[in-house]
C-alpha cells in the first residue's frame, strides 16, 4: 500500500496545484451526491487500491461501495463502484481516480488479450519497460489480468543482455551469478542458436530469444530439448497479439511483452452523476 499511497499522493499535488480545485470550490459546500463509475468499453479492471485512495485522500468521509474488483471482466455499461459525499470532494478527486483506473485497467485488459491467445501453457510477462514511478502498479495490472511478473528491479536477478556480454565472457559470468547469488535468476538473452547452447550449458536457468522469428524459436526449443537441467525458454522482442500464438506453439515458456505495460491503451471508465443535493 505504500506504493499506491505515495504514487496518488503526488498526483493529487500535480493535479491540485497551489491553490486547490478552484472549479470546485464555487460549487456550495452543503451540496451532497452520489455517482457511479462506469466502464464504456469492454476489458478487465485494475487500480481499485488507486482509486480508494484518491478519495480518501481528497475526503475520508466520501463512500465508495464497489461493485467489481481487479481482475473481473467489464463490459459496456459495467458500474465498478457508487461514490457518495460531498459533491465537492467528488469533482475534485474525479480525474485523478478515473486516471489511475482507466491506464491500469487498460494494462490489465491487453494483459488480458495476450494471455487468452497464447493458452494455459505458455505464461505471459511483463518487462522493466514501465511507467517511472508507477512499476508496482502496473505490475499489479498485469497480474489482475492474468500475467507474470518479470524482474520488480535490477535486484531481483541477473539478466546477461548484449551490451553486459560487451564485456564480459558469457560462461564466466554465468558462473560467477550462479555462485554469488544461488537461487535467483540467471538469465542470457541471446540473438543466435550458438548462444543458446552456451547460455544452457553454462546453468543459466532462462534463456532468452531475442527478436527471432517462432521458426527460430522452435529450431531453439529442439536445441534445449536435450539439456539437464533445462533452462526455461523465454522470447521477446517483436511479439504482438498476432504472432504471440505463433511463438506459444513454437516452444516458449515464457513470453516477456513491454508493450503491456509502455503501450496499453486506456480502457475508457467515467464519472456519472446520479445525485446532487443541496442538504441543511
Not at 506453439?249 to 445525485?275: M, Q, Y
Request: glycine share 10%.
Amino acid at each position: 500500500m505504500t506504493a499506491v499511497r505515495e504514487a496518488v499522493s503526488r498526483a493529487l499535488a500535480e493535479d491540485l496545484g497551489p491553490l486547490g480545485d478552484l472549479s470546485a470550490s464555487l460549487v456550495p459546500p452543503q451540496f451532497v451526491g452520489a455517482a457511479e463509475l462506469v466502464c464504456r468499453g469492454r476489458g478487465v479492471m485494475a487500480g481499485r487500491r488507486c482509486a480508494e485512495e484518491v478519495f480518501a485522500q481528497v475526503d475520508s468521509s466520501v463512500e465508495l461501495v464497489w461493485e467489481r474488483d481487479d481482475g473481473d471482466p467489464l463490459e459496456v455499461g459495467s458500474v465498478l463502484a457508487t461514490v457518495e459525499g460531498s459533491l465537492r470532494s467528488i469533482l475534485t478527486a474525479e480525474r485523478t481516480a478515473l486516471n489511475f483506473l482507466c491506464h491500469l485497467s487498460g494494462v490489465a485488459s491487453i494483459t488480458s488479450d495476450f494471455v487468452a491467445a497464447v493458452g494455459s501453457a505458455t505464461r505471459v510477462l511483463d518487462t522493466r519497460k514501465t511507467t517511472p514511478g508507477l512499476r508496482a502498479l502496473e505490475k499489479a495490472a498485469v497480474r489482475a489480468g492474468g500475467g507474470v511478473n518479470h524482474r520488480g528491479s535490477l535486484s531481483d536477478g541477473v539478466m546477461l543482455k548484449d551490451n553486459h556480454l560487451g564485456a564480459l565472457c558469457l560462461e564466466t559470468a554465468v558462473a560467477e551469478a550462479l555462485r554469488q547469488w544461488p537461487g535467483r535468476l540467471v538469465e542470457v538473452e541471446c540473438e543466435a542458436p550458438i548462444q543458446v547452447r552456451a547460455a544452457a550449458a553454462a546453468g543459466a536457468t532462462v534463456v532468452m530469444c531475442d527478436n527471432m522469428s517462432p521458426e527460430q524459436v522452435r529450431a531453439c526449443a529442439g536445441l534445449l530439448a536435450g539439456s539437464s537441467p533445462r533452462p526455461l525458454l523465454e522470447v521477446s522482442g517483436g511479439v504482438s497479439l498476432d504472432n504471440v500464438a505463433a511463438y506459444a506453439l513454437a516452444g516458449a515458456d515464457l513470453i516477456s511483452v513491454g508493450a503491456i505495460t509502455h503501450s496499453a491503451p486506456a480502457l475508457d471508465i467515467g464519472l456519472d452523476l446520479t445525485r446532487a443535493e443541496l442538504v441543511s
